[in-house]
């Protein structure tokens, strides 16, 4: 968001010292976590998400176009924050949401506009404009699927990393390898781009967790096949718990 925070605070404290409202009950009101709502109120955190703003503006019962430019109601904003029946619909699905779930839309949605910005920028002159690819945030989990003999892969433990355009843009995630089952085209060590979905084509590589273990391997009906010709297949048997995460791209 592009905006000085510094008089949207004074205007969301001077709000709350008006209408009484205690932080801890703002914090309820808005549903925002305390620890969130503290930060911004203390001025560490300067750059809250659009939907952040939205929560506080209704909890304060004062407009978005109030909160960020100081606006009256009746006045006339730069921006267009009025929201459709959709878009209402969606943010509220969205705060119902956990933080798992909560992330999954932001990565999704992140990817969605690079893919839109990317495919207008296309649309115009080449001559007269250079397409930059936006840095972004894909979740990297530290307990690694295994390219050998399997390593539980816990989707509670990932740290976030920043990517460019080496990254395929259909990457919803990335997996460090351990092991060297899928050389030569994937190293020990080697970080996995994935595309998040729950099904896999015949002969593709793949991220699994197979009876609580993870595992990069390639996909077929009845087996998960290493690249190394050292490594056995693992053949799927019909009491096997198999859950796909996603294509290695």
């Known amino acids: 968001m592009d905006y000085d925070f510094l008089p949207i605070l004074e205007r969301i404290k001077t709000?709350?010292?008006?209408?009484?409202?205690?932080?801890?009950?703002?914090?309820?009101?808005?549903?925002?976590?305390?620890?969130?709502?503290s930060k911004i109120?203390?001025?560490?955190?300067?750059?809250?998400?659009?939907?952040?703003m939205i929560s506080l503006a209704e909890a304060l019962g004062v407009s978005v176009d109030y909160l960020l430019y100081?606006?009256?109601?009746?006045?006339?904003?730069?921006?267009?924050?009025t929201l459709s029946i959709l878009e209402q619909s969606l943010i509220k699905k969205y705060r119902a949401l956990d933080e798992h779930g909560k992330k999954s839309v932001e990565l999704i949605l992140n990817h969605e506009f690079v893919r839109t910005e990317?495919?207008?920028?296309?649309?115009q002159d080449a001559a007269s404009i250079e397409c930059v690819i936006p840095l972004r945030k894909l979740p990297l989990y530290d307990l690694p699927a295994s390219a050998g003999t399997g390593t539980l892969l816990d989707g509670n433990h990932?740290?976030?990393?920043?990517?460019?355009?080496?990254?395929?843009?259909?990457a919803n995630f990335a997996v460090r390898i351990v092991g060297d089952s899928m050389k030569p085209k994937i190293n020990d060590g080697d970080i996995a781009w994935v595309?998040?979905?729950?099904?896999?084509?015949?002969?593709h590589i793949g991220i699994f967790r197979l009876n609580g273990e993870g595992y990069c391997?390639?996909?077929?009906?009845?087996?998960?096949?290493s690249l190394n010709p050292n490594y056995p297949d693992?053949?799927?048997?019909?009491?096997?718990?198999?859950?796909?995460?996603g294509e290695v791209l």
């Open 118 to 123: 990317i495919y207008h920028a296309k649309k």
């Open 15 to 37: 709000t709350k010292n008006e209408k009484k409202i205690t932080t801890e009950v703002l914090s309820k009101e808005a549903n925002i976590p305390i620890g969130t709502l």
């Open 158 to 170: 990932c740290e976030e990393i920043e990517v460019g355009p080496e990254v395929p843009l259909d």
């Open 70 to 81: 100081g606006k009256d109601p009746g006045e006339k904003s730069k921006t267009d924050l």
């Open 41 to 52: 109120l203390a001025g560490i955190t300067t750059e809250p998400k659009i939907g952040t």
């Open 195 to 203: 595309k998040q979905q729950s099904y896999l084509d015949e002969g």
């Open 217 to 225: 391997k390639k996909y077929y009906k009845d087996r998960l096949v």
């Open 234 to 245: 693992i053949v799927l048997r019909s009491y096997d718990e198999l859950r796909i995460f």
